[in-house]
């Protein structure tokens, strides 16, 4: 195993650490493994605190700023923060409007925000919680009961953290939360295992030939394996996956993200995006907005995921809106 790291047992206290010198914008609660916003939250806003286990960056500890989270938890590598965590990051945050938690639907994640909810009702904290669960591999994996939460995150924290912004109250938040998940779609290929600090070895074996379709961003197993194919082949077989889920006629707008899982060069992504949209273009789908690169990772695993939303025009305004984030940055 090669990485930049210190030690095994020290690489979530020590890229927290650099996090807060790298962003001024934030504040890093260290020992709570709690990032905010150093501005803290206007009174009277609804705040968002999402979180989950570390390996995936830039989500959550990225999206936190003007414009998406108020407050994200770190867990360790690919293990879910605590409940303490998502309590503490909750009084942190609480403008007096309450707080929306948005939670990646893998088990431990769910459970513990659950539980996190709970301690916050008693401390007097209104709390909606909402589940991302966009991934159409498969229904059931290692760590989900249901289809797991991956690429929509992002779209999610985004959008509803623009309403947020804007004023809007706790249901109406939640709500837009809610549509957004229920509008995308996410699939993966990965072309190698990733490797966690603590292991110091490849999660699984895969062949130089072959590639895991429907990969999850833990390692766990997708569909099936197959020989490795042409960029184009890989893109219609993720979006017939996808628009076998949600179908998408032609003039429909959408949202759409292709992801790098942490180890796949930029140039390969573009040849990924080219390929997605001459696909959706031949069938008269609109790619309103997009995004090319790595936002939701899986260490160092080579691979590709697409999420394609289905966007109303309200979607596409409140993804126009500024945003200020370590990972996302556009508007005024």
């Excluded at 796949?264 to 573009?270: G, N, Q």
Aim: aromatic share 4%.
């Amino acid at each position: 195993m090669k990485k930049l790291i210190n030690a095994p047992e020290a690489v979530l206290a020590d890229a927290l650490s650099g996090i807060a010198a790298a962003h001024p914008s934030l504040k890093v609660d260290a020992e709570n493994r709690v990032i905010a916003r150093a501005s803290g939250t206007k009174p009277g806003k609804v705040a968002l605190v999402s979180g989950g286990g570390s390996g995936h960056e830039p989500l959550h500890g990225g999206f936190v700023g003007r414009g998406m989270l108020d407050a994200a938890c770190a867990g360790e590598v690919f293990t879910s923060p605590v409940p303490g965590q998502m309590l503490t990051a909750a009084q942190a945050v609480d403008g007096g409007a309450g707080v929306v938690f948005i939670v990646k639907n893998y088990t431990g994640d769910v459970l513990n925000f659950q539980m996190a909810a709970e301690l916050a009702v008693e401390e007097g904290i209104t709390v909606e919680t909402v589940l991302v669960d966009d991934d159409v591999a498969v229904q059931d994996s290692t760590y989900t009961a249901g289809r797991r939460g991956t690429g929509a995150t992002v779209f999610v924290e985004k959008i509803a953290g623009a309403l947020a912004e804007q004023g809007a109250d706790l249901a109406a938040v939640a709500e837009m939360a809610k549509r957004v998940n229920a509008s995308s779609r996410s699939f993966a290929v990965a072309l190698t295992a990733c490797t966690t600090p603590a292991s110091g070895k490849p999660g699984f074996d895969l062949p130089e030939d072959e590639m895991e379709v429907g990969v999850g961003i833990h390692g766990e197993p997708g569909r099936r394996r197959e020989k490795l194919r042409p960029a184009r082949e890989i893109v219609a077989t993720a979006l017939d996956a996808i628009l076998g889920d949600q179908p998408l006629d032609a003039g429909d707008e959408t949202i759409v993200m292709v992801n790098g899982l942490g180890g796949t060069p930029l140039i390969e992504l573009y040849v990924v995006f080219n390929e997605v949209a001459a696909a959706l273009a031949d069938k008269g789908v609109v790619i309103a907005r997009n995004l090319v690169g790595n936002y939701v990772t899986s260490l160092d695993m080579a691979g590709v995921s697409l999420t394609v939303c289905k966007a109303d025009a309200d979607m596409l305004s409140l993804w126009d809106a500024p945003v200020n984030t370590p990972a996302l940055r556009w508007g005024s």
